[in-house]
């Protein structure tokens, strides 16, 4: 049994209050009487008025301490255990990196309320689910110990995204009577599933590397980089950069304004494949280093196939495009040039043009219509002029790109190698005055770089999708976490090229398939809203939770209604033997 509102004991006040009113006595009345045999029949009473006397034994006195205690009864409620009950709680916690600052407040605050969340249960079956469902469930079982050495060891690393799915997931979990309690650090206005929020967040001034962009200067390689202040004032820090073996350069001063950014820039230092960039540390140190990587893009050859005609064209796509070139030995061309003459003279991708037999005179007619895909994405096309020429026909299997009118203009014929087909004399048209013609170009080599199996090397941000072509037929992929010494750290395989990620740490990284590289990458954290604390702040909503456990676990006293007439009887009969006898004795 316990007592559901422990105000209630309050009422208990009322007992010396009680005793205190007995303690004083009426002021007694002269009464003229002919003989003295009434005289014992009188009550004693003061003859002074009212002051304090002795305490006298009569009827009221007991029935107003009974009714005192009757009252403080049934007001302090008392509720009584229900046997085999069991409390089932789903603790979701949000797995974005910007917890991390939280993370021993979160712990503090379960300890202090999960009892409260039990209430009068007589065990607990207890749920710890990370807020990203694709994530494996961190705790199920009675133990809080094992709860809490769960909760320890739990990471938030995840970027900002929603919970819904992983509170849907809690809730089918623990029933329509369980508790679910979502752990953030920002306060959310609504929570689906009866969920209760529990903010524990508050404003940080934090500052952070968003970012890093690399250029060439005179065959010398450079980086800048973003430092962003997120606090709504002014903040200095120290940057260095670390080089492998431990050296590190002198710390440099930089003053970021209130929510501004600044630029770091240097160059890359000769000989060296690696480094880092080091922000002076604060809460949120997540974002303090940004690991750089020397950019080794794939390279993809190009040549004109069996056609001198395509030559030029070749030659001016090694020219256009960076880390595209000529390829000097047919056997290790990348993209062939052709015509619909050569067409399918090699088993390679390609770039087809129509091969016209004379000048036409006659523009083609024909609304101009793109279709929906990758590769057309916000191209204009409506400036294209095209002659009439011979054209190049196209199968079911063919997906078209770009009709004039019932021609297709350009159409992808795929098969293993993929061929962008331009159903139209490059020389009788104006398309290499076209912007969308030279972008539909560009994303077609960055497809066909994408497909190449071969060692590249790139700064990404933590968690992104990688990219990275590879042998169905030579084995596993290997995922290494290296040092900045190229030492290894851990390894992991990945089932598909499909399901490879960068790590949710910053830090260096290498795939490779077998013993053939395919990947080098340096990864860091950009997401700048995980960054911002600004809205952080506290919020809880434990007083449901708690009163919803003590009604599903206990149940009412069933007396309560004979207690609470009981009491009624009381102040009745205490009025009766305190009044109403004494006035009819008067009347007497």
Same mark, same amino acid.
């Given at each position: 049994?316990?007592?559901?509102?422990?105000?209630?004991?309050?009422? *208990?006040?009322?007992?010396?209050?009680?005793?205190?009113?007995?303690?004083?006595?009426?002021?007694?009345?002269?009464?003229?009487?002919?003989?003295?045999?009434?005289?014992?029949?009188?009550?004693?009473?003061?003859?002074?008025?009212?002051?304090?006397?002795?305490?006298?034994?009569?009827?009221?006195?007991?029935?107003?301490?009974?009714?005192?205690?009757?009252?403080?009864?049934?007001?302090?409620?008392?509720?009584?255990?229900?046997?085999?009950?069991?409390?089932?709680?789903?603790?979701?916690?949000?797995?974005?990196?910007?917890?991390?600052?939280?993370?021993?407040?979160?712990?503090?605050?379960?300890?202090?309320?999960?009892?409260?969340?039990?209430?009068?249960?007589?065990?607990?079956?207890?749920?710890?689910?990370?807020?990203?469902?694709?994530?494996?469930?961190?705790?199920?079982?009675?133990?809080?110990?094992?709860?809490?050495?769960?909760?320890?060891?739990?990471?938030?690393?995840?970027?900002?995204?929603?919970?819904?799915?992983?509170?849907?997931?809690?809730?089918?979990?623990?029933?329509?009577?369980?508790?679910?309690?979502?752990?953030?650090?920002?306060?959310?206005?609504?929570?689906?599933?009866?969920?209760?929020?529990?903010?524990?967040?508050?404003?940080?001034?934090?500052?952070?590397?968003?970012?890093?962009?690399?250029?060439?200067?005179?065959?010398?390689?450079?980086?800048?980089?973003?430092?962003?202040?997120?606090?709504?004032?002014?903040?200095?820090?120290?940057?260095?950069?670390?080089?492998?073996?431990?050296?590190?350069?002198?710390?440099?001063?930089?003053?970021?304004?209130?929510?501004?950014?600044?630029?770091?820039?240097?160059?890359?230092?000769?000989?060296?494949?690696?480094?880092?960039?080091?922000?002076?540390?604060?809460?949120?140190?997540?974002?303090?280093?940004?690991?750089?990587?020397?950019?080794?893009?794939?390279?993809?050859?190009?040549?004109?196939?069996?056609?001198?005609?395509?030559?030029?064209?070749?030659?001016?796509?090694?020219?256009?495009?960076?880390?595209?070139? *000529?390829?000097?030995?047919?056997?290790?061309?990348?993209?062939?040039?052709?015509?619909?003459?050569?067409?399918?003279?090699?088993?390679?991708?390609?770039?087809?043009?129509?091969?016209?037999?004379?000048?036409?005179?006659?523009?083609?007619?024909?609304?101009?219509?793109?279709?929906?895909?990758?590769?057309?994405?916000?191209?204009?096309?409506?400036?294209?002029?095209?002659?009439?020429?011979?054209?190049?026909?196209?199968?079911?299997?063919?997906?078209?790109?770009?009709?004039?009118?019932?021609?297709?203009?350009?159409?992808?014929?795929?098969?293993?190698?993929?061929?962008?087909?331009?159903?139209?004399?490059?020389?009788?048209?104006?398309?290499?005055?076209?912007?969308?013609?030279?972008?539909?170009?560009?994303?077609?080599?960055?497809?066909?770089?994408?497909?190449?199996?071969?060692?590249?090397?790139?700064?990404?941000?933590?968690?992104?999708?990688?990219?990275?072509?590879?042998?169905?037929?030579?084995?596993?992929?290997?995922?290494?976490?290296?040092?900045?010494?190229?030492?290894?750290?851990?390894?992991?395989?990945?089932?598909?090229?499909?399901?490879?990620?960068?790590?949710?740490?910053?830090?260096?990284?290498?795939?490779?398939?077998?013993?053939?590289?395919?990947?080098?990458?340096?990864?860091?954290?950009?997401?700048?809203?995980?960054?911002?604390?600004?809205?952080?702040?506290?919020?809880?909503?434990?007083?449901?939770?708690?009163?919803?456990?003590?009604?599903?676990?206990?149940?009412?006293?069933?007396?309560?209604?004979?207690?609470?007439?009981?009491?009624?009887?009381?102040?009745?009969?205490?009025?009766?033997?305190?009044?109403?006898?004494?006035?009819?004795?008067?009347?007497?």
């Amino acid at each position: 049994m316990f007592f559901s509102n422990p105000y209630g004991f309050l009422a *208990l006040l009322g007992i010396p209050a009680v005793l205190a009113i007995h303690f004083f006595q009426r002021r007694a009345k002269p009464l003229p009487v002919s003989t003295l045999f009434l005289l014992h029949q009188t009550q004693r009473e003061s003859a002074s008025g009212r002051r304090f006397d002795r305490l006298l034994n009569s009827p009221p006195l007991w029935l107003q301490l009974l009714m005192v205690l009757l009252l403080t009864w049934f007001l302090v409620e008392p509720r009584y255990q229900k046997q085999q009950s069991v409390q089932r709680i789903a603790v979701v916690l949000d797995s974005s990196a910007s917890m991390q600052v939280f993370k021993d407040k979160v712990v503090e605050k379960l300890e202090k309320e999960l009892d409260g969340i039990q209430g009068r249960a007589n065990k607990a079956e207890y749920f710890l689910l990370d807020s990203n469902p694709a994530n494996p469930r961190l705790y199920h079982g009675e133990s809080r110990d094992a709860f809490f050495a769960a909760l320890r060891e739990w990471q938030p690393r995840e970027g900002t995204h929603g919970s819904r799915h992983s509170l849907r997931m809690a809730r089918s979990m623990v029933g329509d009577k369980g508790a679910v309690v979502y752990l953030t650090d920002t306060p959310v206005d609504q929570l689906e599933y009866g969920s209760h929020l529990f903010a524990v967040g508050h404003e940080e001034a934090n500052c952070g590397l968003t970012g890093v962009q690399f250029s060439d200067r005179d065959g010398e390689l450079l980086w800048q980089a973003t430092a962003k202040n997120y606090a709504p004032v002014q903040q200095t820090r120290q940057w260095l950069l670390e080089l492998p073996g431990g050296t590190r350069s002198a710390s440099r001063e930089i003053t970021i304004p209130a929510r501004g950014v600044v630029t770091l820039q240097g160059s890359f230092p000769k000989g060296v494949e690696r480094c880092r960039i080091h922000l002076g540390p604060d809460a949120f140190t997540v974002d303090d280093q940004l690991p750089l990587l020397r950019p080794e893009p794939k390279l993809l050859t190009v040549m004109a196939v069996a056609n001198a005609e395509m030559e030029p064209v070749a030659d001016k796509l090694a020219e256009s495009f960076e880390h595209v070139t *000529l390829a000097t030995d047919s056997a290790e061309v990348n993209v062939a040039v052709m015509n619909q003459l050569t067409l399918g003279a090699t088993d390679t991708h390609g770039i087809v043009f129509v091969k016209s037999a004379g000048r036409s005179t006659d523009y083609l007619k024909g609304t101009i219509v793109a279709e929906k895909h990758g590769l057309m994405d916000g191209l204009n096309w409506q400036p294209l002029l095209v002659k009439k020429v011979l054209s190049i026909p196209h199968v079911e299997t063919d997906t078209v790109l770009l009709w004039q009118g019932d021609r297709p203009l350009v159409f992808l014929r795929g098969g293993g190698r993929d061929q962008l087909v331009f159903n139209f004399d490059l020389k009788q048209s104006n398309a290499e005055k076209q912007e969308a013609f030279a972008v539909l170009l560009w994303r077609f080599l960055e497809r066909v770089r994408q497909r190449k199996v071969a060692h590249a090397a790139e700064v990404v941000e933590t968690t992104q999708q990688l990219k990275i072509a590879s042998d169905p037929t030579a084995g596993a992929l290997v995922i290494e976490l290296q040092t900045i010494d190229g030492a290894v750290l851990s390894e992991t395989k990945a089932t598909t090229a499909a399901a490879l990620v960068a790590p949710d740490e910053s830090g260096y990284f290498h795939v490779r398939q077998g013993e053939t590289p395919l990947f080098t990458g340096a990864s860091y954290f950009a997401d700048t809203r995980e960054a911002d604390f600004v809205d952080c702040a506290e919020q809880d909503s434990w007083a449901p939770i708690v009163s919803a456990a003590v009604q599903q676990h206990t149940r009412e006293d069933h007396l309560w209604r004979y207690v609470l007439a009981l009491t009624v009887l009381a102040m009745l009969a205490s009025w009766y033997f305190g009044n109403g006898s004494f006035s009819s004795q008067r009347k007497d």
